[in-house]
């Protein structure tokens, strides 16, 4: 559904610099196994690519209603507030933790493997068989571990 180029034409038109195959589909991570049985099952979960840009990480979200990648960005991080982002396997999915001195971020993207079953491959799909998620992974997971070494 998105293609990545139109991915990064909404980041640069709000003044970033993209990095090229460095994003990724995500949600914000549950808690525990309770909340994300209550997510799952009240469909809630809300979607996002994270970028990895020039300077920052930036999060465009999706629409919940159409799942059409929204124009604008949600959040942006800079890079030199981040204090550490840690990048662990959970279940299906890896759990990203992104720590800055006033808050932490917890996020959750699908594993790749899987990935072309799964919401992640539609949000991710450019054409058949193109599941840009999966190609990016785990160049993007690596990269977000370096930033703060």
């Not at 809630?44 to 124009?71: G, H, W, Y």
């Not at 790749?112 to 990016?136: Q, V």
Request: charge should be negative; charged fraction near 30%.
């Amino acid at each position: 559904m998105a293609k990545q180029t139109k991915i990064w034409e909404i980041i640069k038109e709000a003044g970033y610099s993209p990095l090229e195959n460095r994003n990724i589909v995500v949600s914000y991570a549950p808690v525990n196994l309770s909340e994300s049985i209550v997510k799952f099952l009240e469909c809630s979960n809300e979607f996002f690519v994270l970028q990895i840009c020039a300077d920052e990480l930036v999060l465009v979200p999706f629409s919940k209603m159409t799942r059409v990648l929204k124009k604008e960005v949600a959040l942006e991080i800079p890079f030199d507030t981040i204090e550490d982002i840690q990048v662990v396997a959970s279940g299906l999915n890896y759990i990203i933790t992104i720590r800055t001195a006033q808050d932490e971020l917890r996020l959750s993207a699908q594993q790749k493997e899987l990935s072309d079953l799964r919401l992640t491959g539609i949000l991710a799909n450019e054409e058949l068989g193109k599941n840009w998620h999966k190609k990016n992974l785990d160049e993007t997971l690596q990269a977000l571990k370096e930033l703060k070494k």
